[in-house]
């Protein structure tokens, strides 16, 4: 009787970016791989942009005798001595098996699944840096959250990273705080992975990518339009040597008792959700600074949620589901969480309780840094303008419209108010 041979080969995991965020899904990430040898190779690289930091005085791993406390030290060094990630994650205990690399191209050198955690401005000039250093057939899930929206159109940075490497990529999203998710204080998160026909153990069609690919996520400029994708990269399949990357394997990759995982394929949908809550929690800041209450912020909660779902809809409609932004981590969950004690809705609230503008909380707060949620703004009201859009998405505009002093804080629930 004949039987299956096992996989020869297993998956090599890299996660690009070690931040707050980047440490904890490389936590959860270096847990599993060690938890499922059948699968992956148990070491994890982690690409760490180096730089030079101390040991907290607070920090169990502080030593008054020792230089490598006293003395600044390579961040990598520290990490993988005291596997901790002391300055950007302290407190918290990294696997053994997850190694801090501070090259690049040395960290995802045969790697075949890749985790990418970086600040979206960097992403274009990290995948250069990456050129030619990628397994043709990798394939990757991006954890930034949000998306690039410009006059011209709304690109996903998981599209972004795909077209730049000619790999697959999907998205990971949800109401994850990091150093929550590092404590391992229960969440959920949603991962968007529609894995591409070539992968297929049987395709039918050799060469062609899933459904939702075929559309040029990252060109599209009007709700009547539906390009099929002008990338001349063609995927290259998953040798058949290596366990098949599907929903199966992504989630034992990340899913761990105190972080669950929802595999869904709107990969649009989630990285959307990333995007335009932090617009809502702006919204919600500004009538909470007033002193409105809850009743107020989940008004305007409400109308953000339709507004995100129109958009969606109106966008890609060919890819975005309603039900991703109703009910999945990466929607309404992370609305959620960011309406009631994120950064976007701290400094919102903030700046109507000083009376000052938004940018200047941001210089106070944030040491210069942009709230993701005042770019997401503007950016949004520039491409709905440019198609005469405004009117309907009254929450986006109205929320621009603040920022610019066209209108006040008080002025939202009447530039809201449905018409009956």
């Avoid at 001595?81 to 960290?107: I, M, Q, R, T």
């Avoid at 795909?162 to 790999?167: F, H, P, R, S, V």
């Amino acid at each position: 009787m004949a039987t299956l041979a096992p996989r020869q080969k297993k998956h090599k995991v890299t996660v690009v970016g070690s931040g707050n965020w980047g440490s904890a899904i490389a936590k959860i990430v270096a847990e599993n791989t060690k938890g499922h040898p059948d699968l992956f190779e148990p070491d994890v690289q982690m690409w760490v942009f180096e730089e030079e930091t101390t040991v907290p005085e607070n920090s169990k791993n502080y030593d008054a005798s020792s230089e490598l406390s006293t003395k600044p030290q390579k961040l990598t060094k520290l990490i993988n001595h005291f596997h901790e990630n002391v300055k950007y994650l302290p407190g918290v205990d990294l696997p053994h098996n997850l190694v801090a690399n501070p090259s690049l191209k040395d960290s995802v050198k045969a790697s075949t699944i890749l985790v990418f955690n970086l600040p979206h401005q960097f992403i274009g000039g990290i995948c250069d840096e990456m050129k030619g250093h990628v397994v043709p057939y990798a394939r990757g899930i991006s954890c930034t959250k949000g998306v690039n929206v410009s006059g011209d159109g709304v690109s996903l940075f998981s599209e972004t990273i795909g077209a730049e490497l000619g790999i697959y990529c999907g998205a990971l999203s949800g109401a994850n705080i990091a150093s929550e998710v590092g404590q391992e204080k229960f969440s959920e998160t949603t991962i968007a992975y529609d894995p591409p026909h070539v992968d297929s153990q049987n395709p039918t069609a050799k060469g062609q990518t899933p459904e939702s690919s075929e559309l040029d996520l990252t060109k599209i400029t009007d709700s009547s339009e539906s390009k099929e994708t002008g990338s001349e990269k063609k995927l290259r399949p998953i040798p058949s040597e290596f366990p098949p990357v599907d929903h199966a394997l992504i989630k034992t990759l990340f899913h761990r008792p105190y972080f669950h995982v929802r595999l869904i394929s709107d990969v649009a949908g989630v990285s959307l959700g990333g995007a335009l809550k932090n617009v809502v929690a702006l919204a919600a800041g500004f009538v909470s600074g007033l002193g409105w209450g809850d009743n107020a912020k989940a008004a305007v909660m409400r109308v953000g949620l339709l507004e995100m779902v129109k958009f969606g809809k109106m966008f890609f409609k060919d890819s975005v589901h309603t039900a991703t932004f109703t009910e999945e981590s990466a929607g309404v969950a992370d609305l959620i969480t960011s309406c009631s004690g994120g950064r976007n809705f701290r400094c919102a609230k903030m700046s109507v309780e000083k009376g000052i503008s938004i940018g200047e909380v941001e210089k106070q707060e944030l040491n210069g840094q942009i709230l993701q949620g005042t770019a997401t703004t503007h950016e949004v009201h520039r491409f709905l303008k440019m198609r005469g859009l405004e009117g309907e998405f009254p929450l986006l505009t109205a929320v621009h419209r603040i920022m610019e002093g066209e209108v006040n804080v008080e002025d939202i629930p009447g530039l809201i108010e449905a018409d009956a």
